[in-house]
Protein backbone atom coordinates (compact mmCIF):
# COMPACT_ATOMS: atom_id res chain seq x y z
CA UNK A 1 0.00 0.00 0.00
CA UNK A 2 0.81 4.05 -0.03
CA UNK A 3 1.76 5.79 3.28
CA UNK A 4 4.23 8.12 4.71
CA UNK A 5 6.36 7.95 7.64
CA UNK A 6 7.39 11.30 9.39
CA UNK A 7 9.84 11.82 12.42
CA UNK A 8 8.05 12.12 15.82
CA UNK A 9 8.10 15.49 17.00
CA UNK A 10 8.20 18.16 18.63
CA UNK A 11 11.22 19.31 16.62
CA UNK A 12 13.23 22.43 19.46
CA UNK A 13 15.88 24.40 17.81
CA UNK A 14 17.94 27.61 18.17
CA UNK A 15 17.81 29.95 15.78
CA UNK A 16 20.27 30.12 13.10
CA UNK A 17 20.36 25.88 13.80
CA UNK A 18 20.22 23.63 11.06
CA UNK A 19 16.81 21.65 10.04
CA UNK A 20 16.14 18.08 9.07
CA UNK A 21 12.45 16.17 9.24
CA UNK A 22 12.92 12.34 7.93
CA UNK A 23 10.28 11.28 5.66
CA UNK A 24 10.49 7.74 4.47
CA UNK A 25 7.62 6.58 1.78
CA UNK A 26 6.19 3.35 0.49
CA UNK A 27 4.28 3.33 -2.62
CA UNK A 28 3.66 2.06 -5.72
CA UNK A 29 4.65 3.00 -9.17
CA UNK A 30 6.40 6.37 -9.02
CA UNK A 31 4.43 8.92 -6.72
CA UNK A 32 5.28 12.61 -6.38
CA UNK A 33 6.24 13.69 -2.85
CA UNK A 34 5.52 16.95 -1.33
CA UNK A 35 6.06 19.11 2.03
CA UNK A 36 3.15 21.23 3.11
CA UNK A 37 3.53 23.39 6.28
CA UNK A 38 0.85 24.30 8.73
CA UNK A 39 0.94 27.53 10.75
CA UNK A 40 -0.92 27.77 13.84
CA UNK A 41 -4.56 28.81 12.64
CA UNK A 42 -4.27 28.26 9.38
CA UNK A 43 -4.38 25.72 6.75
CA UNK A 44 -1.74 23.61 4.64
CA UNK A 45 0.50 25.44 2.66
CA UNK A 46 2.50 23.96 -0.24
CA UNK A 47 6.12 24.46 0.59
CA UNK A 48 8.15 22.67 -2.09
CA UNK A 49 7.67 19.13 -4.12
CA UNK A 50 9.68 17.33 -6.35
CA UNK A 51 8.27 14.27 -9.07
CA UNK A 52 10.83 11.98 -9.88
CA UNK A 53 13.70 9.89 -8.42
CA UNK A 54 16.82 12.55 -7.58
CA UNK A 55 15.14 15.75 -8.46
CA UNK A 56 15.35 18.02 -5.53
CA UNK A 57 12.21 20.72 -4.60
CA UNK A 58 13.26 23.68 -2.76
CA UNK A 59 11.41 26.92 -2.09
CA UNK A 60 12.39 30.04 1.27
CA UNK A 61 15.87 28.27 2.06
CA UNK A 62 14.28 24.58 2.53
CA UNK A 63 15.26 21.99 0.18
CA UNK A 64 14.02 18.20 -0.01
CA UNK A 65 15.69 15.90 -2.56
CA UNK A 66 14.19 12.77 -3.80
CA UNK A 67 15.71 9.16 -3.29
CA UNK A 68 14.06 6.14 -4.50
CA UNK A 69 17.41 4.24 -3.46
CA UNK A 70 16.24 5.17 0.02
CA UNK A 71 12.54 5.51 -0.33
CA UNK A 72 13.17 9.44 1.64
CA UNK A 73 12.07 12.66 1.14
CA UNK A 74 13.75 14.62 3.93
CA UNK A 75 13.32 18.14 4.26
CA UNK A 76 16.53 20.52 5.40
CA UNK A 77 16.96 24.04 5.96
CA UNK A 78 20.82 25.57 6.95
CA UNK A 79 19.59 28.00 9.25
CA UNK A 80 15.86 27.97 10.35
CA UNK A 81 14.12 31.35 12.18
CA UNK A 82 11.66 31.79 14.82
CA UNK A 83 9.24 32.92 11.94
CA UNK A 84 9.87 28.77 10.84
CA UNK A 85 7.91 27.62 13.75
CA UNK A 86 4.92 25.42 12.25
CA UNK A 87 3.93 21.63 11.74
CA UNK A 88 5.17 20.36 8.50
CA UNK A 89 3.78 17.57 6.77
CA UNK A 90 5.45 14.90 4.35
CA UNK A 91 2.99 13.54 1.72
CA UNK A 92 2.86 11.61 -1.57
CA UNK A 93 0.49 11.31 -4.20
CA UNK A 94 0.87 8.50 -6.81
CA UNK A 95 1.46 8.68 -10.78
CA UNK A 96 -1.94 7.24 -11.48
CA UNK A 97 -3.93 7.68 -8.31
CA UNK A 98 -6.10 10.63 -7.11
CA UNK A 99 -5.75 10.72 -2.92
CA UNK A 100 -2.80 12.37 -1.29
CA UNK A 101 -1.34 10.07 1.52
CA UNK A 102 -0.18 12.49 4.47
CA UNK A 103 1.98 11.65 7.27
CA UNK A 104 1.44 12.30 10.95
CA UNK A 105 2.81 15.53 10.97
CA UNK A 106 6.23 16.81 12.95
CA UNK A 107 6.31 20.40 14.94
CA UNK A 108 8.83 22.39 14.64
CA UNK A 109 9.72 25.07 17.44
CA UNK A 110 12.27 27.94 16.74
CA UNK A 111 13.65 29.89 20.04
CA UNK A 112 15.08 33.08 19.42
CA UNK B 1 -2.71 34.31 -6.19
CA UNK B 2 -5.79 32.58 -6.10
CA UNK B 3 -6.94 30.50 -3.27
CA UNK B 4 -9.34 28.19 -1.64
CA UNK B 5 -12.09 30.29 0.73
CA UNK B 6 -14.06 28.20 3.47
CA UNK B 7 -16.87 29.06 5.80
CA UNK B 8 -17.47 29.66 8.47
CA UNK B 9 -14.45 29.72 9.98
CA UNK B 10 -15.75 28.21 13.15
CA UNK B 11 -19.37 26.22 13.90
CA UNK B 12 -20.72 24.97 16.70
CA UNK B 13 -23.26 22.90 17.10
CA UNK B 14 -25.17 20.75 19.45
CA UNK B 15 -24.90 16.63 19.23
CA UNK B 16 -27.26 15.43 16.46
CA UNK B 17 -27.46 18.64 14.49
CA UNK B 18 -26.61 19.00 11.20
CA UNK B 19 -23.89 20.95 9.57
CA UNK B 20 -23.03 22.34 6.09
CA UNK B 21 -19.20 23.38 6.10
CA UNK B 22 -18.67 25.50 2.70
CA UNK B 23 -15.85 25.74 0.32
CA UNK B 24 -15.22 27.43 -2.96
CA UNK B 25 -11.94 26.37 -4.51
CA UNK B 26 -9.89 27.90 -6.68
CA UNK B 27 -11.98 28.17 -9.88
CA UNK B 28 -10.08 26.60 -12.82
CA UNK B 29 -9.46 23.82 -10.32
CA UNK B 30 -11.58 20.64 -11.53
CA UNK B 31 -10.68 17.98 -8.23
CA UNK B 32 -12.26 18.99 -4.84
CA UNK B 33 -11.04 17.19 -2.05
CA UNK B 34 -12.02 17.14 2.10
CA UNK B 35 -9.82 16.82 4.78
CA UNK B 36 -10.22 16.61 8.01
CA UNK B 37 -7.93 17.17 11.32
CA UNK B 38 -8.49 16.18 14.64
CA UNK B 39 -7.01 18.30 16.98
CA UNK B 40 -2.67 17.49 16.81
CA UNK B 41 -3.40 15.06 14.94
CA UNK B 42 -3.10 13.68 11.19
CA UNK B 43 -4.68 14.93 8.30
CA UNK B 44 -7.78 12.28 6.96
CA UNK B 45 -8.74 11.91 3.96
CA UNK B 46 -12.51 12.01 3.61
CA UNK B 47 -13.70 12.42 0.12
CA UNK B 48 -12.43 13.28 -3.15
CA UNK B 49 -15.06 14.54 -6.12
CA UNK B 50 -14.73 15.23 -10.19
CA UNK B 51 -17.06 15.63 -12.19
CA UNK B 52 -20.09 16.25 -10.06
CA UNK B 53 -19.54 13.02 -8.15
CA UNK B 54 -17.88 11.28 -5.73
CA UNK B 55 -14.15 9.76 -7.06
CA UNK B 56 -13.18 8.26 -3.38
CA UNK B 57 -13.99 8.01 -0.15
CA UNK B 58 -12.77 6.99 2.95
CA UNK B 59 -13.90 4.80 5.76
CA UNK B 60 -14.83 7.56 7.90
CA UNK B 61 -17.23 9.11 5.31
CA UNK B 62 -20.03 6.89 6.11
CA UNK B 63 -23.48 7.55 5.53
CA UNK B 64 -23.97 10.73 7.68
CA UNK B 65 -21.49 12.44 5.53
CA UNK B 66 -22.80 13.81 2.05
CA UNK B 67 -20.81 16.04 -0.64
CA UNK B 68 -22.58 18.55 -3.16
CA UNK B 69 -21.28 21.22 -5.99
CA UNK B 70 -24.67 22.85 -5.78
CA UNK B 71 -23.77 25.42 -8.57
CA UNK B 72 -20.52 25.98 -10.44
CA UNK B 73 -18.63 27.74 -7.63
CA UNK B 74 -19.29 26.12 -3.91
CA UNK B 75 -18.35 22.96 -3.17
CA UNK B 76 -20.17 21.46 0.28
CA UNK B 77 -19.56 19.09 3.02
CA UNK B 78 -22.87 17.95 5.21
CA UNK B 79 -22.68 16.09 8.21
CA UNK B 80 -26.32 15.17 8.99
CA UNK B 81 -26.70 14.39 12.54
CA UNK B 82 -23.32 15.01 13.84
CA UNK B 83 -21.35 13.05 16.75
CA UNK B 84 -18.76 14.80 19.39
CA UNK B 85 -16.84 12.34 17.63
CA UNK B 86 -17.07 14.78 14.47
CA UNK B 87 -15.28 17.83 16.29
CA UNK B 88 -12.03 18.61 14.22
CA UNK B 89 -10.70 20.94 11.38
CA UNK B 90 -12.41 20.71 8.11
CA UNK B 91 -10.28 21.73 5.55
CA UNK B 92 -11.39 21.78 1.68
CA UNK B 93 -8.75 21.67 -0.93
CA UNK B 94 -8.93 21.58 -4.80
CA UNK B 95 -6.90 20.69 -7.69
CA UNK B 96 -5.79 21.39 -11.32
CA UNK B 97 -5.14 17.80 -11.91
CA UNK B 98 -6.62 14.41 -10.80
CA UNK B 99 -3.12 12.78 -10.34
CA UNK B 100 0.65 12.64 -10.42
CA UNK B 101 2.47 16.31 -9.62
CA UNK B 102 -0.44 18.45 -9.56
CA UNK B 103 -0.83 19.92 -5.78
CA UNK B 104 -3.37 20.14 -3.50
CA UNK B 105 -4.47 23.70 -2.41
CA UNK B 106 -6.05 24.14 0.74
CA UNK B 107 -8.74 26.28 2.29
CA UNK B 108 -7.62 27.74 6.35
CA UNK B 109 -10.54 25.36 7.56
CA UNK B 110 -13.60 25.57 9.87
CA UNK B 111 -12.94 24.33 13.16
CA UNK B 112 -16.21 22.09 13.69
CA UNK B 113 -17.01 21.97 17.99
CA UNK B 114 -19.96 19.51 18.75
CA UNK B 115 -21.36 19.59 21.98
Known amino acids: GNSVTQMEGPVTLSEEAFLTINCTYTATGYPSLFWYVQYPGEGLQLLLK?????DKGSNKGFEATYRKETTSFHLEKGSVQVSDSAVYFC???????????FGSGTKLNVKP | EPEVTQTPSHQVTQMGQEVILRCVPISNHLYFYWYRQILGQKVEFLVSFYNNEISEKSEIFDDQFSVERPDGSNFTLKIRSTKLEDSAMYFC?????????????FGNGTRLTVT
Open chain 1, 50 to 54: ATKAD
Open chain 1, 91 to 101: ALRGYNFNKFY
Open chain 2, 93 to 105: ASSEEGQGNSPLH
